[in-house]
């Protein structure tokens, strides 16, 4: 039994976004013993997900800080074969400090690259398909069945509603919450339950939100990745921008309409799914009107 090291720390979009990566690498290593190197946001959804054995949390120590990377290093080594899914410029290092294992991803001399001139202009689950070919690992069925019993019942047909994006970019990223607030109660007339989803730092965008469509639900806060994976597919609709939610419901097959400024590459990271996205330089500028005429 070979000992597996996968890397992937974050956002939430990306990481959904390598969930049929993780169960080409489970099918692949169904025999081994498979590790998740990622961050605390992500430990509970994966350790509930049938594709690792073993979750270990990257604290994302500085440079300097020679016994954060004294922990980390004895984090990540030992390993027969690392999958660097994240790779980015802080995992690639991680090669050399595990001891230049086998290794898939781009670091410098590692054994496995993906040298593809053209992989930083691939979707994502098109990149890690082809950076997974490299070592042989093929493409499997993805059974996301353990996320959807997660999370709150709620009555009737609802649209969840994201309002804010990470990396506002100044607004540019974000659409207007009045038009949000204006939407849920052009979704209320059309006889779906609206849901605002968001930490608990957003329950004044809720508030907003709920005092134009007073039958709004006010989620916000109140509920883990899982169970927002859980409502999400049961929602009948989610309206939000370049978001972890969103990549979240998408892929769980809700139905979701995705509003990208020029801050988002649809080419590198379309939500997963059913998706009708809608594009503007600046969502500040996209109207209401464009949006509620995709409604369902």
Known sequence: MQQ????????????????????????????????????????????????????????????????GLWHLQRQIRGFDFVYDLQTSRRSSRYFRLAGSPPWSGIAAGCSHPHADPGRNFLHTVDRQRAQLAVTGVRPAPMDLSWLEGRGPVLKGRTALLVPRTSGSHGGAKTWKLDRFAQLAGILAARGFCPVVVGTAAEAADAAAIRAACPSAIDMTGRTSILDLAGLARRAALTVGGDTGPVHLAAMMGCPVIALFSRFSDPVQATPVGDVRLLRADNLEDLPLERVAAVLP
């Open 4 to 67: 597996i090291l996968v890397i992937r720390l974050g956002a939430l979009g990306d990481f959904v976004l390598s969930f049929p990566a993780f169960a080409a690498l489970r099918a692949h290593h169904a025999r081994d013993r498979v590790v998740l190197l990622t961050t605390a946001p992500f430990r509970e959804l994966a350790a509930a997900s049938p594709w690792f054995d073993e979750i270990r949390l990257d604290v994302r120590p500085p440079w300097y800080h020679l016994l």
